[in-house]
């Protein structure tokens, strides 16, 4: 299973057509004061997978590491491939996932890394800044 798509952003859903709908993707996160926490984000990842995977239950997890790549958070969640799906053909399923009240003690570039099954898959970097610096 691969991850083709990886984003933060202000919201994000899927219509009833299947379509990935995102509002407000960024790379910086503005604060005033540090410690800082950020009330609410969406993480959207959209993961390819072929034949081989058919019905197999996947591990996701979402960790944080901050600057100094000291660890802060971890999310987890489990992805269940459907049994059957056409030889040849891949299987793409998207992932939007809320992640709220996210703490950041000083600014800096964190880090949110995905990975499937422990392989790390794809990382995002983005901006904690000090507003006015």
């Given at each position: ?94 992932l ?12 800096g ?15 995002i ?6 507003q006015?610096?």
């Amino acid at each position: 299973m691969e991850v083709t798509l990886a984003l933060l952003a202000d919201a994000a859903n899927i219509s009833q057509q299947g379509k990935l709908n995102i509002l407000g993707a960024f790379n910086q996160i503005f604060a005033q004061t540090f410690p800082a926490t950020h009330p609410e984000l969406q993480l959207v990842v959209r993961f390819e997978a072929d034949a081989s995977e058919k019905g197999l239950e996947k591990t996701v997890k979402i960790v944080l590491l901050d600057p100094n790549g000291k660890f802060v958070r971890e999310e987890g969640i489990s992805l269940k491939l459907p049994p059957v799906w056409e030889s040849g053909q891949k299987f793409g399923a998207i992932l939007v996932k809320s992640i709220k009240r996210m703490e950041f003690d000083h600014p800096g570039t964190y880090e949110l890394t995905i990975l499937v099954d422990d392989d790390q898959k794809k990382k995002i970097q983005f901006q904690v800044v000090k507003q006015g610096a």
